[in-house]
């Protein structure tokens, strides 16, 4: 069955860097768009952060991360990574990677990303 586990979360001072791991399996990864989202504590809204293309085209569709966060994936090792750069306490958030096969999303569970001093 479909799986994606992320990994590499943490806790990392303002101004930091962290790499983000989907690790997926279970279908076809080169085949598929993936994307990073995030929700930040207190009830807020899951936000997308970006996705990449099959052929390793990305995009940050959020304001707040560009030029800070990029996506990449490896096909080979079935992995897609955010790279988190100049980390804001306000990038606290769960991070989670998502797929979708036509009407269909998966999702993983998610990491912990906790910026603070």
């Known amino acids: 069955q479909v799986q994606l586990v992320e990994s590499g979360g943490g806790s990392v001072q303002p101004g930091g860097s962290l790499r983000l791991s989907c690790a997926a399996s279970g279908f076809t990864f080169g085949n598929f768009e993936m994307a990073w989202y995030r929700q930040a504590p207190g009830g807020k809204a899951r936000e997308l952060i970006g996705?990449?293309?099959?052929?390793?085209?990305?995009?940050a569709t959020s304001g707040s991360v560009r030029g800070r966060f990029s996506i990449s994936r490896d096909n080979e090792k079935n992995t897609m990574y955010l790279h988190m750069a100049r980390l804001k306490p306000e990038d606290t958030a769960v991070y989670s990677c998502?797929?979708?096969?036509?009407?269909?999303?998966?999702w993983g569970l998610g990491t912990q990303v906790t910026v603070s001093s």
């Open positions: 998502k797929t979708h096969f036509g009407f269909d999303n998966y």
């Open positions: 996705y990449v293309t099959k052929s390793g085209i990305s995009f």
